[in-house]
């Protein structure tokens, strides 16, 4: 059997998956620099805090999805490895 067809798509999803992280990556960086620089109080501004808890909500996704992505790209690199 051929296996160069399922070999490019494992390469592709790897690349992809590689790509995922890395933004995510510079996304998570961006936003840990940027939440102390915004800090919050319990009484301010109602719309501000909920932004601000949206803020802190994306940043567990974003440490999630890392976390993902690299059991993704390990799995298409072990997949890659046996063809």
């Known amino acids: 059997m051929d296996n ?3 070999k490019e ?3 592709h999803m790897l690349e992809w998956h590689q790509y995922r992280l890395e933004q995510n990556q510079e996304s998570l ?3 840990t620099e940027l939440l102390p620089k915004l800090g919050h109080e319990p009484d301010e501004d109602a719309v501000y805090l909920a932004d601000y808890e949206e803020l802190l909500s994306l940043k567990l996704i ?3 999805s890392l976390r993902n992505f690299d059991g993704k790209i390990a799995k298409y690199e072990q997949l890659l490895a046996e063809l």
């Open 4 to 6: 160069k067809p399922l």
């Open 9 to 11: 798509k494992y390469q």
């Open 29 to 31: 960086n961006r936003l």
């Open 62 to 64: 974003y440490e999630t």
